[in-house]
């Protein structure tokens, strides 16, 4: 499975625009790009998922540049309650699906009034 | 539509002693997976059931852990005996045959 690198963690104001890039140079053919987020005391959550250019939904966008060795998730206008735990995850399962994920460190976005 | 449950929220016991955890999917749901991350370090895959069978329990440390899921429905993973260094959050996701994974809020687990 491809490693990923991602910022231990990241502060940001309310309303501004937080992107958090996350690197995996050795990502394969089959692998999809996921974005979890996980609240502290709870289970971590899907947010978005992508293969290639960009992915936008209610929640966040995510953009993949042609090789494919980095990701950007962008989490526009954020507030407080968006402090949390970002995990970038790299494999061959669409949509999350029947297979293991496998997690990284993370990281940690703090948002300060 | 009802999530993820875990049961208990917290356990604390001492070293030796046996603990049993459970997980209700969301109902429906064939793949049930259980995970943990112990103190510093990332969440890890345990094992993964479709319905009542392991699909894959590579992830499993000892033979300590047991999991079962009988019927199909809810799972249970019992630590037996219990080591310090099995303190930690045990979370527990279902999804659909290809469909994202949910997770539970997440059992802690402290041995003492």
């Known amino acids: 499975l491809a490693k990923t690198t991602q910022p231990i963690s990241m502060d940001s104001y309310e309303g501004q625009e937080v992107n958090i890039t996350c690197s995996h140079n050795n990502i394969a053919t089959n692998d999809y790009i996921t974005w979890y987020q996980q609240f502290p005391s709870q289970g971590p959550r899907f947010i978005i998922q992508?293969?290639?250019t960009k992915v936008t939904n209610e929640v966040a966008s995510l953009f993949i540049p042609a090789d494919r060795k980095s990701s950007t998730l962008s989490l526009p206008r954020v507030s407080l309650s968006d402090t949390a735990v970002y995990y970038c995850?790299?494999?061959?399962?669409?949509?999350?699906?029947?297979?293991?994920?496998?997690f990284g460190s993370g990281t940690q976005l703090t948002v300060l009034p | 539509e009802a999530g993820v449950t875990q049961f208990p929220s917290h356990s604390v016991i001492e070293k030796g002693q046996t603990v049993t955890l459970r997980c209700d999917p969301i109902s429906g749901h064939d793949n049930l997976y259980w995970y943990r991350r112990v103190m510093g370090k990332e969440i890890k895959f345990l094992l993964h059931?479709?319905?009542?069978?392991?699909?894959?329990e590579s992830g499993m440390p000892n033979n300590r852990f047991l999991a079962e899921r009988t019927g199909g429905t809810y799972s249970t993973l019992k630590v037996q005996p219990a080591e310090l260094e099995d303190s930690g959050v045990y979370f527990c996701?279902?999804?659909?045959?290809?469909?994202?994974?949910?997770f539970g809020p997440g059992t802690r687990l402290l041995v003492l």
């Open positions: 059931f479709v319905k009542e069978s392991k699909q894959d």
């Open positions: 995850l790299v494999g061959d399962y669409p949509s999350g699906s029947a297979r293991q994920l496998t």
């Open positions: 992508g293969y290639k």
């Open positions: 996701a279902s999804s659909q045959p290809r469909g994202g994974q949910y």
